[in-house]
């Protein structure tokens, strides 16, 4: 099967019969840029084959890379593993899709999800960013085993410069102070 490193656009119309697959590491300077707002300098791989099938084209393969986030809970840095792996269709429609459509949307149907557009022109480093940026968790969590101390600890913190402020004491404190 031919291989490629280089491009992050393709013509679906020059796909060879088989398919193409293509690999995509940290090294590729125009994609790393492409995906800096969601995972900085952060490395990532990316394996995946578009290949003809009939009037659709079948795109598989996974992504893996890593995100700087913090912890939900506690608060402290942590590093996300990103692992998405995708069994997907690209569809071409022949007319623009009506006002209210977005470019990608998945099928309400059971099946692979579709994405729709209106060319032959596909751009593989809008695909790998929509991904990882679907694959991001909401809430993610450290899963350190003092996730919970942490968090019990910076909640009483954060409490304390409260219990101390003079202007929320009740009235009779206030007077004891005037003496
Ligand atoms: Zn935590």
Redesign the pocket.
């Known amino acids: 099967m031919k291989q490629s490193t280089e491009r992050t656009t393709i013509n679906l119309k020059q796909l060879p019969e088989n398919g193409e697959q293509f690999q995509f590491d940290a090294a590729h300077a125009g994609l790393h840029s492409r995906l800096a707002d969601l995972i900085g300098e952060r490395t990532y791989h990316v394996d995946l084959t578009v290949r003809p099938q009939g009037n659709v084209f079948e795109i598989v393969g996974e992504i893996t890379t890593e995100m700087d986030r913090v ?1 939900s ?4 840095d ?1 590093t996300v593993p990103i692992r998405d792996e995708f069994n997907e269709l690209i569809v071409v429609l022949n007319e623009r899709p009506r006002a209210g459509h977005s470019g990608h949307t998945g099928s309400l149907l059971e099946g692979p999800a579709c994405n729709y557009v209106t060319g032959y022109e596909f751009d593989l480093a809008e695909f790998i960013h929509e991904h990882i940026a679907l694959a991001e968790p909401a809430l993610p ?4 085993a003092d ?1 919970d101390d ?2 019990k600890r910076a909640s009483v913190q954060a409490k304390n410069p409260i219990d101390f402020n003079p202007l929320l004491r009740d009235n009779s404190s206030s007077k004891k102070l005037r003496g």
């Open positions: 912890c809970h506690c608060g402290r942590l969590l450290c899963q350190r996730c942490v968090f």
